[in-house]
């Protein structure tokens, strides 16, 4: 069997939907893409890392053209990420959502993964959507993924189809899914900075905070994060 292609950040979600996608089928490859987000060099670390561990050819593909389509404070640093908190999420949530949103990036990622997949005779992308971030990113939806899979049965002569273990889970079951499958806590990258260490204030580092509080696993990864005020 031919294995799939996955998008990978190394963060929670695209590691633990790779990790589940592994129960039922062969992963070929995972793809990293380096837009010139500001976590790039560890996006494609943990990502790197993760791919080695589980036997999975990594790549990372780079798209300048992309940063350069785009205002988004994930590449022009003259902008200011916003500050968040867990308890604070869901304050200004459209507000924040447009600060980091890059205009249409999963549709080209899967786009660009799709015509990978067909190339090696697979009909499988897998990507880590959730509930959660589908709120306010509605291209971590179920509607989005639904929408591209139409697109791919017309653009694909093997009909190649994003698959998502992850994309009917709140953060909190991935968070549970990430303690039970074992995974190595101080190897995802989550942070939307590119810094020694997770900054523990942009949305998603306050969101994956907030799953491992909820799903009672906070231990596992407290040490990742700064202390709490």
């Given at each position: ?132 971030e589908a709120a306010t990113f509605p291209d971590n939806s179920q509607a989005f993924v ?84």
């Amino acid at each position: 069997m031919v294995g799939a292609i996955a998008l990978i950040s190394g963060g929670v979600d695209s590691i633990v939907a790779v990790k589940l996608a592994l129960r039922n089928e062969s992963v070929r490859m995972g793809l990293t893409f380096d837009y010139g987000q500001r976590a790039r060099k560890r996006e494609i670390e943990a990502a790197g890392v993760f791919c080695r561990a589980n036997g999975i050819e990594h790549r990372v593909i780079e798209l300048p053209w992309l940063s350069g389509s785009t205002k988004t404070a994930l590449v022009d640093q003259s902008k200011k990420i916003p500050e968040v908190t867990p308890e604070t999420l869901d304050r200004d949530s459209e507000a924040n959502a447009i600060a980091v949103w890059v205009p249409n990036r999963n549709a080209v990622f899967v786009s660009i993964a799709a015509a990978i997949a067909e190339s090696h005779g697979s009909t499988a992308v897998i990507a880590g959507f959730n509930m959660d971030e589908a709120a306010t990113f509605p291209d971590n939806s179920q509607a989005f993924v639904t929408a591209m899979n139409a697109t791919l049965a017309v653009s694909t002569m093997n009909r190649v189809e994003i698959r998502s273990a992850t994309i009917q889970m709140k953060k909190a079951e991935i968070a549970r899914a990430f303690a039970s499958l074992d995974l190595e806590p101080d190897l995802f990258w989550c942070c939307y900075e590119g810094g020694d260490q997770l900054c523990g204030k942009c949305e998603s580092c306050a969101r994956t905070m907030k799953a491992f509080r909820d799903a009672d696993a906070w231990e596992l990864v407290a040490r990742r994060f700064p202390p709490v005020r």
